[in-house]
């Protein structure tokens, strides 16, 4: 296992599926975790409540990503909580809000689709990276629709994916001489509440049918590869989206 003593994380959308999965992780790897969610409190006590029976350590902050405000009260929470130094951020947060093709979208809608899953990362890093010293890590939630397009009626969803995997690699280029990496992973079909949501039945059993693997992803897929890039282990790797899905697609 990865060793994270001493490190401090930040997990946004740190409440479900695969952000619960890291936070649960990162604590199981020594980090105190700092866990964010926007509207479910119930879901993030029960992160944190998982976290703390296991022997962790945790605090739970309200805020919402896309406002920069909530950014720098969260990260104002974290120092206040585990000191001035912060090692480790997971943009998690991020969404495809619905599916609709280009004619069924306006301005607000994809403007938000953007903010959700871009903008999010781009004020998280922005906040963070003060505080980071040397050998820190940033990882970013991609997806494999920001490489292939995405289904039916996701362009918006995969156009934002697709920003923040070059986002990834242009801070990677910039934080580097800072000793900051910052990789992202591309998930694929993960047994999710998004898939509940936005996946028919049949196009889940056509992907555990198909892809190489025969299965969907697990949230500790996504997990257990955050963690490694969190830690010392990856300490030679930057700039990498690293694909999380059962060999459906090489990037």
């Known amino acids: 296992m990865s060793n994270l003593e001493g490190k401090v994380a930040i997990v946004t959308g740190g409440t479900r599926d695969i952000g619960r999965s ?40 309200k805020g919402d990503m896309t406002k920069k405000a909530d950014v720098d009260n969260l990260i104002a929470e974290a120092r206040k909580a585990f000191g001035d130094e912060l090692h480790i951020l997971v943009n998690n947060v991020g969404g495809l809000v619905a599916r609709k093709k280009i004619g069924e979208m306006d301005e607000d809608f ?19 990276v003060p505080h980071m010293p040397p050998g820190s890590a940033i990882v970013n939630l991609a997806s ?8 039916n009626g996701s362009s918006a969803y995969s156009t934002s994916k697709g ?18 990496r910052c990789n992202a992973l591309n998930p ?29 992803g697990h949230p500790d897929d996504c997990a257990d590869a955050v963690v490694y890039l969190a830690s010392d282990a990856s300490s030679y ?13 090489y990037s």
């Not at 994809?110 to 963070?128: D, E, I, K, P, R």
């Not at 936005?198 to 555990?208: H, I, K, M, P």
């Open 188 to 216: 694929g079909m993960i047994a999710t509440t998004f898939h509940d949501t936005f996946s028919t039945d049949e196009a889940r059993r056509n992907v555990e049918a198909t892809v190489p693997l025969r299965r969907q």
């Open 22 to 61: 890291c936070s649960i992780k990162l604590a199981e790897a020594g980090a105190k975790v700092v866990v964010n969610y926007c509207n479910n409190k119930a879901a993030g006590e029960e992160t944190v409540a998982a976290i703390e029976k296991a022997g962790g350590k945790a605090i739970l902050v």
């Open 237 to 249: 790797i930057t700039g990498a989206n690293i694909d999380i899905n059962g060999g459906m697609y």
């Open 144 to 151: 494999l629709a920001g490489q292939n397009g995405g289904g």
């Open 110 to 128: 994809f403007n938000y689709v953007m903010s959700l899953n871009l903008n999010s990362t781009f004020l998280c890093t922005q906040a963070v």
């Open 163 to 180: 920003a923040v995997s070059a986002f990834t690699r242009a801070m990677a280029k910039e934080l580097g001489p800072q000793g900051i």
